[in-house]
């Protein structure tokens, strides 16, 4: 607990750190997917297409794999999800249409549909770029605020429909979670900035980064000037833990490094402790955990305050956590935060059950040296911005009817500032549905 700290930079030579943060799964060759594909029965009425959340045709884009059909097949999965190159990178599948699929029963073996998704929109995105082209000009601007999943969904398919659209985000570049948020194994090479130019290359996009919403202007601005409003703005707060020592050197938000990661493009500069304790139970704190492993930590633990059948990361990602020799330990709630001279040294955890079905911390403490920890308990909705415009807040979400419309006229919303799953292909849901409804809206008001 006396220790001084260690962290540092560039624990591991360039070349291993390339290793590293190379794509974790390499896409599969033009043999393999038909094989695959091959492996499909083609349901009709198929369960993976109503597990995934844009209702994508599953067996129809498999189907034109398995005949050689790429085009098409790509065309089949953008139609639905227009970020489904991302998607078939960062999406659990393995809760979702994989969990479905009917080849679960015979084989215990799903077909592998992230993979067959990937295999068919890297190659449009390689060969044939934009497949759609918008519609007539519309004479209508719509404003989008956040470049993430949700507001680049509705940007494109606003564009599609000929409207123009002018997307707002705070960061310097757009993308949301698939540029700042996922680990950079998952979405090597700068993909995320290409799927962006891919998806602005129908036209009628316009992205301005840099702004925020609250600072360089209001929700009743942008009400003011344009024909709709669409707030993809996600969650830009950090849960606190709420314990003694969380204001020490070597304390970091998750995210925060995962930023840091995703922006260094040698990964080189990243200072990663040599005894890093990661607290949380997402896909966020596996992310975490995984890249400090890889930076170079000697010994990454993951702790979450219970078991790991309630843990959001899925098993699969847990299963990851283990093989990239990240420790997990269960049934552990932070209590304290110890150091010497403003740094980490220690943190120190209630061991805890089920009493009654509730979980309980009465078993005694154990404590982990620390250099680093990293703090991934949950991100927050910030309505801070919002609050003088008058747009219905609960539970710290904004409030949407099914059609994405919220309580203000010409105002719609979607992803995870709204309720509902905080995924990546939720999020594109939102935002084309959204869309859609817009478009309606905007189409009815015309007509009128």
């Not at 997917?33 to 498999?62: H, K």
């Not at 970020?83 to 699929?101: D, K, Q």
């Not at 990454?300 to 990851?320: F, H, I, K, N």
Request: hydrophobic share 45%; with cysteine; glycine share 10%.
């Amino acid at each position: 607990m006396d220790q001084a700290p260690d962290i540092a930079a560039s624990r591991l030579s360039p070349e291993e750190l390339a290793r590293n943060f190379a794509d974790a799964h390499p896409p599969l060759t033009d043999n393999q997917a038909v094989i695959e594909a091959d492996r499909c029965y083609f349901c009709y009425d198929a369960p993976c297409i109503e597990a995934c959340p844009t209702g994508i045709d599953i067996p129809g884009f498999i189907k034109k794999i398995a005949s050689g059909n790429l085009a098409g097949s790509a065309r089949t999965i953008l139609e639905s999800n227009i970020l489904g190159g991302s998607c078939a990178r960062v999406c659990p599948t393995e809760i979702l249409c994989e969990h479905a699929c009917v080849r679960n029963a015979q084989e215990e073996k799903p077909i592998a549909i992230g993979a067959l998704q990937r295999h068919a929109t890297d190659w449009q995105m390689t060969h044939r770029g934009q497949p759609f082209s918008r519609a007539a000009a519309t004479g209508r601007h719509v404003a989008v605020v956040g470049a993430g999943p949700a507001g680049l969904a509705c940007a494109h398919r606003l564009a599609m429909h000929g409207h123009d659209v002018t997307v707002f985000d705070a960061r310097p570049k757009a993308g949301g979670l698939n540029e700042y948020g996922i680990a950079a194994y998952k979405l090597p090479d700068d993909f995320a900035q290409r799927e962006i130019d891919f998806v602005t290359a129908i036209g009628g996009i316009t992205i301005e980064a840099g702004k925020v919403l609250g600072r360089d202007f209001t929700l009743a601005a942008l009400v003011a000037a344009y024909d709709a409003v669409f707030l993809g703005i996600g969650q830009a707060g950090v849960r606190a833990l709420g314990i003694a020592g969380e204001q020490l050197d070597g304390v970091l938000n998750a995210v925060d490094f995962i930023e840091a990661v995703r922006r260094s493009p040698s990964r080189g500069d990243v200072p990663v402790g040599r005894r890093v304790v990661v607290i949380g139970g997402g896909n966020t704190a596996v992310d975490a955990a995984v890249q400090a492993k890889r930076l170079g930590a000697e010994e990454v633990t993951l702790v979450y305050r219970r078991g790991a059948d309630t843990m959001s990361a899925t098993p699969v990602e847990q299963e990851w956590a283990q093989t990239n020799n990240v420790a997990i330990r269960y049934w552990a709630a932070p209590a304290r935060i110890e150091g010497t001279n403003g740094a980490v040294g220690s943190v120190t955890f209630a061991r805890g059950h089920l009493v009654d079905g509730k979980p309980a911390y009465a078993l005694g403490e154990f404590t982990l040296a620390a250099d680093m920890v990293l703090k991934a308990v949950g991100q927050l909705f910030l309505p801070d911005p919002l609050d003088e415009d008058w747009i219905d807040v609960a539970n710290g979400r904004i409030m949407v009817d099914a059609h994405g419309r919220t309580s203000r006229d010409g105002v719609y919303a979607g992803g995870d500032c709204t309720p509902g799953e905080d995924l990546t292909v939720a999020a594109v849901r939102d935002g084309r549905n959204a869309a859609e409804t817009i478009h309606a809206d905007l189409i009815g008001a015309a007509g009128a």
